[in-house]
Structure formats: structure tokens, C-alpha cells
């Protein structure tokens, strides 16, 4: 009987910790969350400058860049999948990873062949356990990704994509990466980043019209240093946003795990009191029953 | 005086942004002066060159990483790579 009670109690306090842990997780969840916001906040106007630029210079000038080009026949293309290094992140990175997956089948049935550049461990360990050869991988930093770390990607990207198909250059790129909607909303997304997909809309831009620009030193020179530019921007949003995605969903999860633990503490704290009602019982009961059997004997 | 708006930006954030007399960039051509009502041009900044900025609160110099000078008849945005005051 006491030792059921003690059991009782070891469990309400095993789950005690474990509630400290998640609730700890899911405070600093919640604040990354408000930080990568910000991050992206203050991304913004460097990337909607460089997307204005990159329009201008593209619809006045008819220099006809790789960059920007459609190729035909391609049979090789990137996939970046971005992914999160640690777990405890409700479906997160498997949403990802299985919108990574239709997109590779899409690509497939088009008969191209796809070279993986796994971001993030949890891609790492889902393709390697499945025996698929990864172009490159990067891990260390989904939660909270720097600028260096998207020009990192962009320049193996570039690179690849600049040489031959078959020297094992690829002829499109596309990005797999989260987009975070709301706090209680994280869509996996699937975008091609290169060839550059340009909307040539009729109506005036977003600012006024586009300007009638001058080049210095040259329109192509200008176009070769400000796409690889676009690309790194572009990448660098994708990986906010999908950091700001994961500790969404880690904060969800966690609250969750939060909300269960203490479901089982009420549980347990319960079952601890009756065993403990019990117990006071029976020691009543045996004490009355020696009582009275000690008055009749006497 | 005329001023023009003027506005760094690094991909991460703003550095600056602000009304401005004249500003001087070091483009990967030369030294590339620019006064309110310049005709509309794109540059490309030369690495570890110096952006000047003139206000009338002063100037502020700034060296930045590569990057490029878009001019419009709106202002002027320097996208930089990165962007450190320069002391």
C-alpha cells in the first residue's frame, strides 16, 4: 500500500521535470519566433530593392543571361530541402521532406535526374538512411540563420549551375523551405529559384514605373554581379522564414507536451491522495478491529 | 538645397536611411559623385570602397563590401553587403 503511494509520487515528480524541460523549450521557442520575425522584417527592404532592380534591368535590357534564360532539354536539377538540426518540432521537417518528395517525383516524371543539397540534420539523416547521395549538406545553424550561411548554399548552387550538365552542373534549382503564415499556421512551399522566373506584368510596379536606367561599367556586368546577389537574398528570406517555422511548431509542440505533462501530474497527484486516503483508512480500521478485539477478549 | 532620399540597406537590415545633399561611391569604374536629380543609373560598387553621405547634419562615411548603387528619380539606394561607419 505505501509502496503504490510512493510510486504515485516518484511518477508526479519524474513528470514534474519533464514539464520544466518542455515549458523551458517552449519559452525560448516563442521568443525565437518574435526574433526571426524581426530578422525577416529587417531583410525586407534589401530584398524588395534587389527584386526592383533585377525587374528594371531585365525588362529594358534584351542581354540574354544564363541567369535568366529557360534552357531546353534539361535533365539535371538542385533541390535545396530545409530542413530543422533538432527534433521536437511536431511534423515540421516531415511536412518539408514529404513536400520535397512530390516535388522530386514531378521532376522525375519530366526525366530529370535530382542532385540533393540537404539543409538542416534532420534532411541529412532522412536521405542518408534511405541510401540517396547528397550533393552537399548544411547543418548548424536552421534556428537562427545568418547571411553567410544562404551565400554559403548560394555559391555551391551558382556553382553548379554555371557548369555543364554533364560535368554535373544542373540546369534548374528549386527550394523546399516552410513558409511561416501564421504562429498557428507553417506551409511547406516549393519555388524555383533559378532559371529566374521573371513576371512581366503590363501594369506599372508596385513604386511607380520602372526607371530608364544608365549602367556603370556595363548592363552585363551589372547583370553578373546582381544575380548571384538575388539568389543569396532569395535563399537568406527562405531560410528566415523556415526558422521562424520551426520554432513554431516547436512552441506548438512543446505547449502540448507542456499540457499533457500537467494533465498527468493532476492524474497522478490524485491516485497518489487516494492511495494515501486508503491507507489512513485501513491503519483506522486495523487499529479499531484490534481495539474491539481486545475489549471482547477482555 | 535640394536633398534626395538616400537609403543603405544590407541584406540583414537597414543601415541607414535618410534625407542627403550628395552622396560619393567608389563603383568598381571610379568614384561616382551623385547630386539630387542625377539621371537614373545602376553601379556596381567596388569591394571595401567607401560610401560618402552628405546631409546637413553632417556626413557620414561608411566602407562597405560589395554591393551596388541603384539611382531613381525617387533616391538613391546603396545595397551593400555589409556596411560598417567608418571612424
Avoid at chain 2, 560610401?51 to 546637413?56: H, P
Amino acid at each position: 500500500m505505501a509502496g503504490q503511494l510512493r510510486e504515485y509520487r516518484r511518477r508526479v515528480r519524474t513528470v514534474q521535470s519533464t514539464k520544466k524541460i518542455t515549458r523551458a523549450m517552449e519559452l525560448i521557442a516563442a521568443s525565437r519566433i518574435a526574433k526571426a520575425r524581426a530578422r525577416v522584417a529587417a531583410s525586407r527592404p534589401y530584398a524588395a530593392e534587389i527584386t526592383r532592380v533585377i525587374s528594371a534591368v531585365a525588362s529594358q535590357s534584351t542581354i540574354n543571361h544564363p541567369l535568366t534564360t529557360e534552357r531546353s532539354g534539361v535533365t539535371r536539377a538542385a533541390v535545396v530541402v530545409v530542413t530543422s538540426d533538432r527534433g521536437l518540432a511536431g511534423g515540421y521537417s516531415a511536412n518539408a521532406l514529404r513536400q520535397a518528395g512530390e516535388l522530386m517525383e514531378l521532376l522525375a516524371d519530366e526525366g530529370k535526374s535530382v542532385a540533393l543539397y540537404a539543409v538542416g540534420r534532420k534532411a541529412v539523416t532522412y536521405y542518408r538512411f534511405r541510401g540517396r547521395e547528397l550533393a552537399s549538406e548544411f547543418t548548424g545553424f536552421t534556428e537562427q540563420p545568418t547571411y553567410a550561411d544562404a551565400k554559403a548554399i548560394a555559391d555551391e548552387l551558382l556553382a553548379a549551375f554555371t557548369l555543364d550538365e554533364a560535368d554535373g552542373g544542373v540546369g534548374e534549382i528549386h527550394i523546399v523551405y516552410t513558409e511561416y503564415v501564421s504562429a498557428m499556421t507553417q506551409t511547406p512551399e516549393a519555388h524555383r529559384l533559378l532559371p529566374m522566373v521573371l513576371e512581366e506584368t503590363t501594369e506599372a510596379p508596385a513604386g511607380g514605373a520602372l526607371p530608364v536606367y544608365e549602367f556603370e561599367p556595363s548592363a552585363e556586368g551589372v547583370l553578373d554581379a546582381l544575380l548571384p546577389r538575388y539568389v543569396e537574398s532569395r535563399l537568406y528570406v527562405a531560410l528566415l522564414e523556415a526558422a521562424a517555422s520551426e520554432s513554431a511548431s516547436r512552441q506548438r509542440a512543446m505547449k502540448s507536451a507542456t499540457d499533457n505533462a500537467e494533465e498527468l501530474i493532476r492524474t497522478y497527484t490524485r491516485l497518489a491522495n487516494r492511495a494515501r486516503q486508503e491507507a489512513i483508512t485501513q491503519e483506522i480500521s486495523e487499529i479499531v478491529g484490534g481495539a474491539n478485539a481486545l475489549a471482547d477478549a477482555g | 538645397m535640394a536633398t534626395m532620399r538616400v537609403a543603405i540597406v544590407s541584406p540583414e537590415a537597414e543601415v541607414w536611411s535618410g534625407e542627403a545633399n550628395f552622396v560619393l561611391a567608389t563603383t568598381t569604374d571610379g568614384d561616382l559623385g551623385v547630386w539630387p536629380r542625377h539621371v537614373p543609373l545602376l553601379g556596381v560598387l567596388k569591394d571595401g570602397g567607401d560610401i560618402k553621405v552628405e546631409t546637413d547634419g553632417g556626413d557620414f562615411l561608411y566602407t562597405v563590401g560589395g554591393g551596388f548603387i541603384s539611382v531613381t528619380k525617387d533616391g538613391v539606394s546603396i545595397l551593400a553587403e555589409t556596411a560598417a561607419l567608418k571612424s
